[in-house]
């Protein structure tokens, strides 16, 4: 890290390279590359968010058992599809 005129750290990557490295983690592990630049809130915030959409898609996946069309009869059942609006918005 750079530090810069008035004093204050550069939390920016040194190169290129690392700048893309950060990308490609950031793409595997959202928000990775927020906590990298020191932004602890949404870094932590976007991965929560991300390992608990993974955990959940994990334990449905085990809950069906490949079954397609009950995860087909699940997935648009209207209390799923308003629940996953209201998360949306």
């Known amino acids: ?3 810069q005129r008035d004093g204050t750290r550069d ?3 040194a190169s290129t390279g690392r700048a893309l490295l950060w990308t490609i983690c950031s793409a595997v592990l959202p928000g990775t590359a927020h906590l990298r630049v020191g932004r602890r809130a949404a870094g932590g915030t ?5 390992v608990l959409l993974l955990a959940a898609g ?3 996946a085990f809950l069906l058992q490949g079954d397609l069309t009950l995860s087909a009869q699940i997935a648009v059942q ?4 308003l629940t996953v609006a209201a998360g949306a918005s």
């Open 11 to 13: 939390n920016r990557p």
């Open 46 to 50: 976007i991965l929560t968010l991300f």
């Open 1 to 3: 890290m750079a530090e």
């Open 58 to 60: 994990i334990t449905a």
């Open 78 to 81: 209207g209390r799923w599809l």
